[in-house]
Structures are given as structure tokens and as C-alpha cells.
């Protein structure tokens, strides 16, 4: 049975930071692309930033020079350090995983596993 919990979400002023955490069960992240992902209301998901099966890692222009994306394998745990934050990265942030990727990103539908989500509100 695959698991993935997301915890740190919060509320927080601008220029505050907060720490993602995502731990796995049941899944091996060190082989697989995993990734956060956000949605606000009204909006579509959006990707934050992956790590790639390869280790690549890229941001979304929005959240470069602010968020860092990183995984304990051991631990089988993301990470999402966001710094600087903004009232516009108010959202609920969800980790995903997958064993297909694209650009990084875990496939909808394609072995994909999704965590609950954590809300980040910012003001």
C-alpha cells in the first residue's frame, strides 16, 4: 500500500519561510521521479519543482531563488524549503511520485501516487 503524508504547511507573513516535508511508504523515491505540485483556488496544479529519476531537479520561474526541492532516500522523505514567501504562493501543496516522468514530473495516470496536500497561506 502506497502512502504519501505531507506535514509543515502553515500560515505566514510575507518574507517567512516554511519547511515541506513528505514521507513515503510503501514507494522507493530514490529510483522514481518525485515532485510538488500547488493549487490555489481558482486555479489549475501547478508544478513547483521535481527531482528526476536521474536527480535532475528544476523550479517553476515563479519560485526560482526562493524554494529548494530535496529527498532523504534513506528516509524516503521530500523536502520543500520555501524562503521569501509571497501572499501569490498561497496554496495547498501536494507531493507526488511516479516510475513514468515527463520533464521531471510524475505522469497523471501513469503509476502516479499523490499525497493529501498541506496548506501554505501566506499574508
Known amino acids: 500500500h502506497v502512502q504519501l503524508v505531507e506535514s509543515g504547511g502553515g500560515s505566514v507573513q510575507a518574507g517567512g519561510s516554511l519547511r515541506l516535508s513528505c514521507v513515503a511508504s510503501?514507494?522507493?523515491?530514490?529510483?522514481?521521479?518525485v515532485a510538488w505540485f500547488r493549487q490555489a483556488p481558482g486555479k489549475e496544479r501547478e508544478g513547483v519543482a521535481p527531482i528526476d529519476s536521474d536527480g535532475t531537479i528544476k523550479y517553476a520561474d515563479s519560485v526560482k531563488g526562493r524554494f529548494a526541492i530535496s529527498k532523504d532516500n534513506g528516509k524516503k522523505t521530500l523536502y520543500l524549503q520555501m524562503d521569501s514567501l509571497k501572499p501569490e504562493d498561497t496554496a495547498m501543496y501536494y507531493c507526488a511520485a511516479g516510475s513514468s516522468c515527463g520533464r521531471g514530473y510524475p505522469i497523471p495516470g501513469k503509476g502516479d501516487y499523490w499525497g493529501q496536500g498541506t496548506q501554505v497561506t501566506v499574508s
Open positions: 510503501g514507494y522507493t523515491i530514490s529510483t522514481n521521479c
